[in-house]
Every structure is written in structure tokens, then in C-alpha cells.
């Protein structure tokens, strides 16, 4: 069973970064899909960035955000920079495989407030 658990949300000013952390209990994969969402108040949760062999980003992040991941450590990152009142949300993360022994696992969720 795979188990996650983030770090290092928290409240930062406007133009501020912040770098989250989400590490795997368990059997984990380099193939496995790693990634990172987020769901703002009375908004749907959305994706923010997703990693296997490649990197892929929502279009509002591009450029600001970037996701990494340690397969030794089983942990995937996501560096937040240039951060804007709008990324305020509670962020999740998430791994998944779809073959074999298959899973979707998601962490607790790490509160991000970007203040004006």
C-alpha cells in the first residue's frame, strides 16, 4: 500500500516562493506517475504538475512552478516561484500506476496561502 505525505506549505507574500515536498511509503516505481494538485475554495481540484520520465504543467504554472522528483528517495518536489494571490489552494499529491499492481494514492493535502 502506498502511503504519502507532504511538507512546506505555508503563507507567503506575492512574488514569494515556497518548495513542497511529498514523500512515498511503499513500492514506487520510476514509472509511476507522480504529481501535484491543487483545489482552491468552491473550485474543482486541478492539476498542477505531473512527472515520469517527463514533466508536464498547467498552463498557469508554466514557467513559475517546476516538479522534480528523487526515485532513490521516493519523493517528488514542486518549487514555487513568483507566486500569485490566485495559487492559493490546498495542495495534493498524488502517484498512480495503472498496470500490474495497480494504485492512486494521495497525500493529506498542504494548505498554500499567497497573500496580496
Known amino acids: 500500500q502506498v502511503q504519502l505525505a507532504e511538507s512546506g506549505g505555508g503563507l507567503v507574500q506575492s512574488g514569494g516562493s515556497l518548495n513542497l515536498s511529498c514523500a512515498a511509503s511503499?513500492?514506487?516505481?520510476?514509472?509511476?506517475?507522480m504529481g501535484w494538485y491543487r483545489q482552491a475554495p468552491g473550485k474543482q481540484r486541478e492539476l498542477v504538475a505531473a512527472?515520469?520520465?517527463?514533466?508536464n504543467y498547467a498552463d498557469s504554472v508554466k514557467g513559475r512552478f517546476t516538479i522534480s522528483r528523487d526515485n532513490a528517495k521516493n519523493t517528488v518536489y514542486l518549487q514555487m516561484n513568483s507566486l500569485k494571490p490566485e495559487d492559493t489552494a490546498v495542495y495534493y499529491c498524488?502517484?498512480?500506476?495503472?498496470?500490474?499492481?495497480?494504485?492512486?494514492?494521495w497525500g493529506q493535502g498542504t494548505q498554500v496561502t499567497v497573500s496580496s
Open positions: 498524488n502517484a498512480r500506476r495503472s498496470w500490474g499492481w495497480a494504485y492512486d494514492a
Open positions: 511503499g513500492i514506487i516505481f520510476s514509472t509511476d506517475v
Open positions: 512527472i515520469t520520465s517527463s514533466t
